[in-house]
């Protein structure tokens, strides 16, 4: 049987000391609420402890050499099951697997993060987080399934308290490959938050980040280490963010030193073409054919087709085996779907499709939505990063936009969800949404942090679904309240749920 999955959320303390009739346990759960605002900075620098170790030369070199000589690979393929009924019923499969690698108690220092796998629940990582923000925004805006909105709150928290680009390493040329790594995937999550939601709630750490890829850049030394066989990836894949997000927000900054970051990886490919068929770390050539295709010849598109041409066949159909083959093809998966944008050509969509349905079948024991890092990993060390990889680069162009409705119980909620305010922290009003699972009685109060009530938006009943309620910042009496941090709190159905929002003047 499988192993029980460590469950991530401890009991609250004061659970375990006051009984329900206490007088100050109020008090106690309002403080659990607030705490995590007050000391989360405090608290965020000694966590990345946990986080995994940056990848040296010796740590590549250790990967490749188990690697198999091509010729003797096994057969990776996994045994026959049942697969997800369809394409979008994986991808809800996958977005519910994230989420449940959630770290959910808000007085974590890590609360918010991705854990890396099912068995690495103790590494919690900012690019598993903002891979996490685009899966989450993607699903909602095919859905409408507001249970998943708590968590794409809980991810926002975390990679704003662990900026992509204060990851380990360094921004130095030769060996900065992870921040910029980062650095591309919170791009790429905020341009699908803000295209769902039309919230620039975190435009400004956004373009923090784009500022980075921007003014840093990767090398290549020829001297056949590590940096340069992952550097032309990541430098392809920050580039492409980098132009799509300059295009977005209109910035020619951004713009020209995203082709002008691709025209570096292009000249090293059309140097050693072999670098599209090259794995290293989490990376593969598929991430560079994506992005030269987005960023160099975006600006450069009559270079397109006469290049493609001349270099395509030197991208691989199919990893070879290694550490994380599974993420490698997804990368192949990504290369090949946008060569056939690119050319038109049905037959790069099926070396796509083919990757895809190959990485699903990673599923077909367990059906919990998530896939390991190679095939030799047994159904129970689902990765979170490698499952987004699928979600993102293999399932998003496959989707066919019918609902996809989460498997049962997989994003079973109590009988009330207060959702994330937005916007928060605010000036005029600020608009709360409510989702009960039945029509249900409701209070919902706004309490100053001591617990002083400042004004009852609701007192009656609320039917089933999402019901967004408004908080002008005023009391009763229309007086407005100060500027500070307030609670709002909703008692439905026998539970008590409270968030924080800020008001500012």
């Known amino acids: 049987p499988r192993p029980q999955r460590v469950n991530p ?18 008090f106690a759960m309002l403080t659990r609420r607030l705490l995590p605002a007050l000391l989360l900075p405090a608290l965020l620098l000694p966590a990345r402890a946990w986080a995994t170790p940056y990848w040296t030369e010796t740590d590549a070199a250790a990967a490749r050499a188990v690697r198999l000589p091509a010729g003797e690979r096994p057969d990776a393929r996994p045994p026959a099951g049942t697969r997800a009924s369809s394409y979008d019923d994986a991808f809800a499969r996958a977005v519910w697997f994230i989420a449940s690698m959630q770290v959910s108690d808000p007085l974590d220092p890590e609360y918010g993060g991705i854990r890396e796998g099912e068995t690495l629940l103790h590494i919690i990582q900012t690019d598993n987080t903002s891979e996490s923000i685009w899966m989450f925004s993607h699903y909602f805006d095919r859905t409408g399934d507001a249970s998943i909105l708590p968590h794409l709150d809980a991810s926002w928290t975390y990679v704003l308290g662990h900026p992509a680009y204060s990851e380990e390493g360094s921004s130095l040329p030769a060996n900065g490959y992870y921040r910029y790594y980062n650095c591309g995937w919170a791009l790429r999550a905020g341009m699908e938050f803000t295209r769902v939601f039309a919230d620039t709630t975190h435009k400004a750490y956004v373009d923090s980040c784009a500022n980075y890829l921007s003014a840093n850049t990767l090398s290549v030394t020829g001297s056949g280490n590590m940096h340069d066989r992952v550097n032309p990836a990541v430098l392809s894949w920050g580039a492409g963010n980098l132009r799509a997000y300059g295009v977005a927000a209109s910035d020619s900054l951004w713009m020209a030193n995203g082709w002008k970051r691709g025209r570096r990886a292009k000249n090293w490919v059309d140097a050693d073409p072999g670098i599209l068929g090259r794995e290293e770390w989490a990376m593969s050539g598929g991430a560079v054919m994506w992005g030269l295709l987005e960023s160099y010849f975006d600006e450069y598109p009559a270079e ?27 990368w192949y998966a990504f290369g090949w779907k946008r060569l056939e944008e690119s050319t038109g050509d049905p037959a790069h969509g099926m070396n796509h499709r083919s ?30 990063w490698v499952t987004a990889y699928l979600g993102f680069m293999g399932l998003k162009p496959l989707l066919t936009g019918a609902t996809a409705v989460p498997p049962p119980g997989t994003n079973a909620s109590g009988p009330v969800l207060l959702l994330p305010a937005r916007p928060n922290p605010f000036r005029g009003s600020t608009a709360i949404p409510v989702h009960l699972s039945a029509p249900s009685v409701a209070v919902v109060d706004i309490l100053t942090v001591s617990g002083r009530r400042v004004a009852r938006l609701v007192n009656g009943t609320l039917p089933a679904g999402v019901t ?16 500070g941090l307030y609670l709002v709190r909703i008692e439905a159905g026998g539970t008590r749920e409270a968030r924080t929002v800020l008001r500012v003047r």
């Not at 190959?358 to 896939?371: E, K, M, R």
């Open 9 to 26: 959320t401890p009991r609250a303390w004061y659970d375990l000391v006051l009984p329900q009739s206490h007088p100050h346990r109020e």
């Open 468 to 483: 967004t309620v408004h908080w002008d910042g005023r009391d009763p009496s229309g007086r407005s309240a100060a500027s």
């Open 304 to 330: 397109e087709a006469a290049w493609v041409a001349s270099n395509a066949g030197f991208m691989d159909t199919f990893a070879d085996p290694g550490s994380w083959e599974n993420a490698w093809q997804g």
């Open 355 to 384: 990757l895809t349905d190959y990485l699903l079948a990673f599923d077909a024991t367990d059906l919990d939505g998530g896939i390991q890092g190679q095939p030799s990993d047994p159904d129970s060390s689902d990765q979170a």
